[in-house]
């Protein structure tokens, strides 16, 4: 084995502990195939030691950041970064129709519309008409969603649509949210899968139904935890948006009891305003979880056997 695996000081890398046995067969994968790019070769890393989400991807950037670590140890030689495949291409914003038109304003009374439901979307065309309405009627705008994610039509007791909701898998450290959990530098990416972001949030704009938002949210925070284990088999106990503060004051996610824990720093030379990060708890012991791992499913007893009669 290499000296330099074995002089490691820790074997632990993104939140998976590693054998060094591991780690050599790791160093023997990048020098046999040395034509395969870094993106080619973390995926054939994942499938050697089976390293997924919990929804069954390949943990692709927690293995990439695994090769480089080992490159800067000396462990193995990576090959030059492929800027080229690198740049995402042009958007490509979903195609307007008829479809996502403005419809016929709707203004009254909250309770005129209960009771409420949120229709999880798994048809392609209801994905299809959900972007095109986020296109359209969301300022942001429309953007593929990273990893694991669900997207939500809000309906009334009559069936018509009323908005979108979508969330997805929080991908990146964030300064705020990190040092309010309790978590040091690096370990946010054990248990990030446990945290979830709300991207988008849209009722439509010729919806005028006072506390409509707050109580979609409510909803969606009572439906999302079991949707979300039953589609990837982990149940999150965290929930995060960002709103910017210049266009608005977050009312309906107070009004829902988010909790509004600090701000992103933004970027002016990237055209990124501060936003306020605005978080809300599925579980009571949420902070326990996310700095230690969940709990394992206590085993139920085996039954008893019935007694013998006489």
């Known amino acids: 084995m290499d000296p330099l695996i074995e002089k490691l000081h820790s074997t632990t890398f993104f939140g998976r502990r590693f054998t060094r046995k591991q780690l050599a067969d790791v160093q023997q994968t990048v020098a046999t195939f040395p034509a395969l790019s870094r993106k080619e070769l973390a995926h054939t890393i994942c499938e050697h030691l089976r390293w997924r989400t919990p929804g069954g991807a390949n943990r692709v950037a927690a293995a990439l950041g695994l090769l480089e670590k080992l490159a800067r140890a000396g462990i193995v030689q990576l090959p030059p970064k492929r800027v080229e495949s690198m740049r995402p291409g042009p958007r490509k914003p979903p195609p307007a129709t008829r479809r996502s038109d403005p419809q016929p304003r709707i203004e009254c009374d ?46 009334d007791r009559q069936g018509r649509r009323l908005g979108c909701l979508l969330f997805s898998q929080a991908t990146h450290s964030l300064r705020c949210r990190d040092e ?55 149940k999150p106990v965290l929930v995060e948006t960002f709103v910017d503060q210049q266009l608005y004051r977050g009312t309906c996610y107070r009004a829902a009891n988010w909790q509004c824990i600090g701000q992103t720093r933004g970027r002016a030379d990237a055209g990124r305003t501060r936003k306020h990060v605005y978080v809300y708890p599925l579980a009571r012991d949420f902070r326990s979880i996310l700095l230690h791992g969940p709990r394992p499913a206590a085993r139920k007893p085996p039954p008893a056997e019935p007694a013998e009669s006489l």
């Not at 409420?116 to 309405?133: K, T």
């Not at 010729?206 to 409510?218: M, T």
């Open 180 to 234: 309010w959990i309790g978590w040091q530098p690096e370990q946010y990416k054990k248990h990030l899968e446990l945290v979830l972001s709300q991207p988008r949030f849209l009722i439509f704009p010729w919806v005028r139904v006072k506390c409509l938002a707050s109580k979609a949210l409510a909803l969606a925070l009572r439906q999302l935890p079991q949707d979300w284990q039953q589609r990837y088999r982990t």
């Open 110 to 155: 909250l309770q005129d519309l209960l009771p409420l439901r949120l229709l999880r979307l798994e048809q392609e065309a209801d994905v299809q008409l959900f972007n095109e309405y986020i296109e359209r009627h969301h300022y942001l705008g429309y953007r593929q969603p990273r990893g694991p994610h669900l997207r939500y039509f809000l309906l």
